[in-house]
């Protein structure tokens, strides 16, 4: 990092099904709640970055940047980015480049989608728009048969057993009752998860993430400190159709950008205590594990049997709920992801902490490390 | 996403390229497909072609990983503005296939790995172990014997070899092209039965395209493939780890050095690729583990 | 005068199939009766996912790789239908795309009832030995349809044949057209209006002054214009509406159940319309041997039919067998295969 970047400000939309709020209340929301825990003032504000996928498609909404920017008093200059359910990271990325130019000194970055508007087919077929045009469409398949094909290929490599699988899930919505922004607050078994309805042969309901509405608002600043330092923020891409890849169990985006950020962090995976990753679907977040450095190829199930059976000194994988149990408003998702590995930092006194964000099947990756600094 | 007639003309042209068969490499069924495309599940499979390309498109009836498919013609779905949008569809061939060779003819252990990886040091102490059961096949080559050569060539006239090969007396065979002439590298069938003959299992060192070779002479069955990796998660850390065993090894210049890690590249691609043709893949960080699960793994030899 | 010759053939079926049996029980009729005057035991189904296209394609396909020549090389296709996918985008310009085929190619779609499939053989014979083109594909396609409850249903059924034709002095040529003849009036025995989903019929009228008289004028006609007679030919293809027709056919002229041994598929396929006869051919093509002489003779409502003679050049070649399993449908599900509604 060039400069000294701190979290300053944050909050967040409960992640749901908001009929009565549309695009531009959930920004406020989130926006609010930001400003309302910083130190800054809204005037402090000289740059706001929206992250978002789906609003031309869902919404009939481009040119998200000036819509937030009336949000503000001052109207601040304001951007979008986009990079499918990885934009809120990349809004993230975004930002810190340009604290670390120098071309801005406080950065709101909001990431927000409204998805309810449309009908559940309607959304599926704009979440394609994350696949590749020409080679995914024609076969008719969706996101979850895409890591349907992943997860087929990966139990077939390494033998991973229907009800083992059914543990991630079940960690994600334990874990998520302690969380008050999460969609769904409730535990479910690993049972209910294994019968739940097929979607994608072996992918079921409660492997998926929902879709959601929300919103989340990040306040970054080399103005102003705090004690949540960001240390890495780095990008990596990948080809964009599984068919265009060789291997379908490891996603080098995922590798590319982790090996970056912990080069730039100057730490290692072990240095990692609190970890918030990008679970659209179960086999996703076991996939991550293993190409974020924290286990084997094949076995990052260990892990999540650890979490589920409570074994003490493991790494705390998306406390928060992840995607599955919080919701994934896609855009919003890789804000939300870094304010809770923030709160984590603070509420176990930890000292790094990571938030792994992507977009499509990993076609484009962004993972950014906190450090939490002693007070 | 609205397909119009420019979209599915551009569909149409392109659509000969997926007229080929394949094997599948992954396969899902789709519970409720998007509307469009019906209220039936609908099965997507990702299939590698042929030619070595890679296409997702729907199977016309379940299948398994491995399987082999054949192209059909289908009607994919139909537009709001009632195109009929037709695309490739894969039909999974019947699981099997009656073999054309003559019954099992015996196993061949094979060990293939980059340069540098250490597969002459692996089959060296494997044969030294195992002497009574296991027996080196020597690769024929055209090229002239060099210094650090170990044994494990037999060294022909590029007529000889172009006669036997004439002949069919080679089963598997590969050129490298080199600055003045392309250099031949083999097996020949008689090298590797004559071990047979003595009730020993033939050992071969090689590389990804005689392993093919040998895999499509004497079916994929008879060979105990091993594919030997250097340590390391990410491509670049194995890489990084051939190239220091290269110039530990001292047997080459620099630019040799360079050639072969290129070469090492694709072979680290082709175990990604092929992974059918491997049975097993063994780090190689610790000599005497790989020598242990090699034991166990080929059948006679742990005695 | 020169002559055009088969040098390749093909043929698709779809997997799926009803027995008649099951049409009978579904309607409360009895299907011992039906069958035995039928003579139809099954019939073929089109997969959900298959039309005149789908099916047209496979069969040229095929065609292609027996004739072993490259689909560039072939600049004429016409395909016969009764269920073109399209009223107007023809099938014909789509194959030529989807075989890659010469750009350079003379195409369209024929309609002649159950005839158009030898009507294309007819135009593709005329441009071959005219040498406007080496070789042309000749293709009768049908998804037919039948108003459920109507007779209709025990036969109409789904198929594709595919013919190539060539100079006869192509290498491994393997069968020569020798003469063709048409007869054709206007008759109305079987009908389909543009807007209407099923074909209607004339019941007993479509017996003799629809197929009996056509298929007879045009046995006599070919018979007098080559001076052969009925029992010259080894083989015999007729127009297969159902079994009972062609052996009616066969007893006037004294075709004995040897010449039209191989021809006869209609038993177990039912009628394919435009494909029938073609279908029938590529069993001859099979299993014919060298100068064995055939008799071939297609009938479409409305009516006409057309007649060919032909000469085998060489033994018959085998078309690679189809290895899938036959999957025989409940009457529910044929309907919704048939794509039709449940209730009509």
Known sequence: MERAVSLIGFGQTRFGEWWGKGIKDLMAEATNAALDAAPCTALDIDLIIVGNMLAETLNGQAHLSALASTLLPHRPPALRVESACGSGAFALHTASAMLESGRARTVLVIGVEKMTDASADEAADALMGAADAEKDRPSGITFPGIFGLVAARYMHDYGLQRDELSLVSAVHHRQATENPFAQFRSEISPETISKSPLIADPLRLLDCSPISDGAAACILSTAFQSDLRLVASQIATDALSLADREELTSFAANRDASERAYLEANIRPKDIEVLETHDCFSIAALINLEDLGFAEPGE?????????????????????????????????????????TGKQLRASNSRFGMAHNFGGVCATCAVHVLEHLPS | MKITPAIAARAAARRPRSLQEGT??????????????????????????????????????????????????????????QLRMYDVSYEPLALQRVPEHAPFPGYILALTGPSGVGKSTVSRLLLHACAEYVQNVPILTTRARKPGDEGEYRYVSKEKFSQWLEDGEI??????PSQDEARWYGYRARDIEAIWKKGKVPLVITETHLLQGLANHYSRRSILSFGLLPPGRSKRTMLSCLLRRLRQRGRETEEQIAARLDVAEQDLQFFQNRKDLFDHLMVNDDLNKVIDFLKKKVPGLSA | MTHSAVVGFGRYMPAFRLKTAQIAEHWRQESGAIAATLGIEEKTVPGRDEDTFTMAFEAARQAIDTAGIRSSQVSAVFVGSESHPYAVKPTSAMLVTALELDPFSHAADLEFACKAGTAAIQIVDAFVRSKQVSFGLAIGSDTAQAKPGDALEYSAAAGAAAIILGPDTTKDALCRIEQTLSFTTDTPDFWRAADEKYPRHAGRFTGEPGYFRHVRAAIEGMLQTARMKAADFDHVVLHMPNAKFPNVIAKEFGFSKEQMKHGFIVPWIGNTYSACSLLGLTEVLQYAKKNDSILMVSYGSGSGADAFIMTMLRNGVLLPPDEREPQYLSYAEYLEHAHIPPRT
Do not use: W
């Not at chain 1, 650890?306 to 928060?320: Q, W």
């Open chain 2, 171 to 176: 089963v598997a065979v590969t050129k490298i």
């Open chain 2, 24 to 81: 599948i490499i992954s396969l899902t069924t789709l519970t409720h497909p998007l509307a469009a495309f019906g209220n039936r599940p609908r099965t997507i499979a990702l299939i590698r072609l042929e030619d070595g390309s890679k296409s997702l498109a729907s199977l016309t009836a379940p299948g398994v990983i491995g399987q082999t498919v054949r192209p059909r013609m289908r009607l994919s779905h139909i537009t709001e503005d």
């Open chain 1, 300 to 340: 990052a199930i260990s892990i999540y049997r650890n979490l589920y059976d409570g074994i003490p000194g493991t790494l705390a994988v998306n406390r928060s709920g992840g995607l599955k149990a919080c919701g994934h408003p896609v855009a919003a998702t890789g804000i939300k992801q870094l304010i809770d």
